[in-house]
Structures are given as C-alpha cells and as structure tokens.
C-alpha cells in the first residue's frame, strides 16, 4: 500500500510571494537608509528607479507569462510507503 | 536629509569636500551583476534543448518562469544592496574636522570625526593599473595618537585632497594656535 503526497503548482506560487515580500522590505530598507544617510542625489535615484522599474517589469513579465496555468497541476508527486507496509516489511526480514 | 544636517554643521563651519568612492571601483559589481541577469537566458536555452516541448509542459515551465523571476528580483536587491554599501560611504571634510561615515552591510554604520587641527600626517595610495589610469585611490590622514586615524577609500584625485587636506591642517592649527594664545591663562 503507497501513500501518494502530491505537491501542486500553487506552492511554488506562494513561496514566491513570500520571496516579493521579504524583497520589497529590503527595497524598502534600503530606500530608508539612503533618505537617512543624506544620499538621495542624482545618481542613488537613478539606480534606485532603476532596480524598482526592473522588478515591476519582471513582475508584469511574469504575470503575462503565467497567465492561464493550471496552479493545481501537481508539481511533485511522491509515492511513499505507508507505515503499516514499513512494519509488514520488517517482520519479513526478521 | 541633507549633508549639514548629518553633519550637524556648525555655524562658522564650511563643507569643503564631501568625498564618495570613484564610480569605477562599483564596476565589477555591475559586471557580476550583468552576468548573474543572464544566467536565466542561458538556462532558459538549455532547458529549451534538453526538455522536449518545453513550454508546453504544464508543471516544468510555470515552476522555471517562477523561479527566475524570483532568482531576477533577488538579483536585482543584492545589487541594489552593493550599491548602497558603495555609495553610503561618505567622507565630509569641513575647515574645522573630517567626519567618516562607513556603511558596513545593510545594518552597520560606523561615524568617526577628527579635528583638523589634531592631523599629523596625510599620504596619498595610488596603486594598481586602474587607480592610476582613472586618477584614484586612498588617502590616509593621521593623527599624532596611532589609534585615530582616517582612510578616504577609492577617492578621486587623491593627491589634490592629501593637498588640500595639509593647506587646511595647517590653517585650522593657526587658528586654534591663536585662540589658545588670546585665552588668558588661568
């Protein structure tokens, strides 16, 4: 007897909101340190427009791509024995 | 904020220099940068070649377009994070002192001052191909205790700051000198 565990699609989907979140806090951060440290000029505005359009643009890429897709496709499937064969399997060994 | 706010400036002080590392020592980091953006297009291409039908597969490619897009953004914080740790290193020289603040990661900020008039020494470190070509590199001042002393890393023209640097020691040590002289003894 198998016990199947089934990981779909949408888990993969919820690591990577994790993922956004815990960047936008570091983008944020960041942002916050450059306010703080009197370093908001030309050039740290550029790249910081630079690394916010890049990631919403990824982000709407991303979006754009993945538009349709079943989330509950299973991603992994495991086929793992069920304890109760584990035991019959060691009482025939012994 | 601004630099005499940080600074907390005083009235009869004047920002002669604020100094950040030359522009061409973040170079390697946007190189590093260019290339790990790239890694997905290359791994896109081999997975294209050793996976049939690639796009049409209904688990792989979901998960692949995920995981790059994660991979790009995370790309794109690490080198958003560099930058801020090249650019928030700050050298603020006034008539009166040089305030060194230091970005050390994301949550570390070292802030040292150092009276002008204290400076013993200062020597300017040109070394390499590049620093020569590009004109930069560090400029070290001293005190006449061997515990305090300053480094501007990666600066640009550091001969004209270590010169400036002597022209404005000695000025601030006149004025100092002379005050000491007009202050009646006790």
């Not at chain 2, 020289?93 to 070292?110: A, P």
């Not at chain 2, 006449?144 to 990666?154: D, E, K, L, Y």
């Amino acid at each position: 007897m198998l016990l199947t565990i089934t990981i779909p699609l949408y888990i993969l989907l919820l690591i990577y909101a994790l993922a956004i979140i815990g960047i936008s806090v570091f983008v944020v951060i960041n942002i916050y340190r450059l306010f703080s440290s009197a370093s908001f000029t030309f050039t740290s505005f550029f790249i910081t427009f630079f690394v916010i359009s890049s990631q919403i643009i990824i982000l709407l890429f991303t979006w754009n791509i993945l538009q349709g897709i079943d989330w509950t496709t299973p991603l992994i499937t495991l086929d793992i024995p069920s304890l109760s064969t584990l035991f019959n399997q060691n009482s025939t060994l012994q | 904020m601004k630099i005499p706010e940080l600074i907390k400036q005083k009235s009869y002080e004047r920002i002669v220099y604020t100094l950040r590392r030359h522009p061409i020592t973040f170079l390697p980091i946007l190189g590093l940068f260019i290339i790990l953006m790239l890694v997905p297009v290359g791994l896109y291409l081999i997975a294209n070649a050793i996976i049939p039908n690639f796009t049409a597969n209904e688990a792989a490619y979901p998960a692949f377009i995920l995981t790059m897009s994660g991979y790009c953004i995370s790309v794109l914080v690490l080198f958003f994070t560099q930058f801020i740790d090249y650019y928030l290193d700050l050298w603020v020289v006034t008539n009166d002192r040089i305030i060194d603040i230091e970005q050390f990661g994301l949550f570390s900020r070292i802030t040292s001052e150092l009276d002008l008039f204290r400076i013993q020494d200062v020597s300017s470190d040109i070394t390499g191909l590049f620093s020569t070509m590009f004109n930069y590199g560090d400029v070290i001042v001293k005190t006449a205790s061997n515990n305090q002393s300053i480094i501007f890393r990666n600066v640009s023209d550091p001969n004209t700051i270590r010169e400036n640097l002597i022209k404005l020691s000695h000025e601030d040590r006149k004025y100092h000198y002379q005050n000491t002289k007009d202050t009646p003894d006790e």
